[in-house]
């Protein structure tokens, strides 16, 4: 009987979920994370990498991740997978 209770009440709450992600959709509302590199941060992005600025650097300007600024760069097909990811604006100084 219990276990009954607990499986209705779990089929309740997904239904209301769907049913609310449903209507925020409807709204023009979207899940998820929200997008770092934003149209203005990948034309920057661009424009940076053209200039001869590296990866590091443009992430410490920007104030993101190394990796999000290779997807970004991948995403306009200008430069290929590095391998590097996180922040290390330190050594980028250092190195730039």
Not at 51 to 69: E, F, M, N, P, Q
Request: with cysteine; glycine share 10%.
């Amino acid at each position: 009987m219990t276990a009954a209770l607990a499986q209705l009440r779990v089929d309740t709450i997904r239904e209301n979920t769907r049913r609310g992600l449903g209507h925020a959709r409807a709204q023009g509302r979207i899940g998820g994370r929200p997008k770092v590199m934003t149209p203005e941060r990948v034309d920057a992005t661009l424009t940076m990498r053209k200039d001869g600025d590296s990866i590091r650097k443009i992430a410490c300007v920007l104030d993101v991740g190394t990796s999000s600024v290779v997807r970004a760069l991948d995403r306009e097909r200008s430069v290929g997978p590095s391998g590097r990811s996180g922040k290390d604006c330190a050594l980028a100084r250092l190195h730039d």
